[in-house]
């Protein structure tokens, strides 16, 4: 499916304000610039397949930065608790002491997923509303950070 110079300037637009939050300078990224040289004038018509590859590549980076600083600025650790099957367990440790579980659901499955459990492992009573499903990672590990208490 071809996408339009519209649809592609909104998701710019997206990507540009999350990396102006984090710091990370867009304007001199190559993949970026190329995308913005391979977008035609006209809003309405389609862009060319070029694009997407360079989109992803801009995005894993400024992940990539958000992430780092994301964590720098948590200071927490993942520590492997026990695996089976289907899944490895993990707690998530910072300085006030436990504050969430991960499961990484990575065999026998298609595609990996995660299940973040916000709480400590060891005195949570009640799970309800602090448990939910991601597809990486970093959404599961804020989950956990933003419901833990």
């Known amino acids: 499916m071809k996408h339009t110079v519209k649809y592609w300037d909104s ?9 102006d939050s984090i710091g990370y ?13 391979l977008l035609p004038a006209s809003r309405s018509k389609p862009a060319p ?18 992430n780092y600083k994301w964590r720098k600025k948590i200071k927490m650790k993942k520590i492997y608790r026990k695996g089976n099957a289907y899944f490895d367990t993990y ?12 499961q990484d659901h990575c065999r026998s499955v298609k595609q990996t997923y995660f299940i973040a459990w916000a709480g400590n492992p060891y005195t949570c009573k009640n799970w309800e509303n602090r ?7 970093e959404e599961a590990m804020e989950f956990i950070v933003e419901n833990c208490k």
């Open 11 to 19: 998701k710019l637009y997206q990507l540009q304000k999350l990396a």
């Open 25 to 37: 300078h867009i304007d001199s990224d190559e993949d970026y610039l190329q995308i913005c040289k």
């Open 49 to 66: 397949v070029e694009i997407l590859p360079l989109f992803y590549n801009v995005v894993e980076r400024v992940q990539s930065v958000k």
């Open 91 to 102: 707690y998530i440790h910072t300085k006030d002491g436990y504050i969430g579980m991960l």
């Open 131 to 137: 448990v939910k499903t991601f597809d990486t990672e």
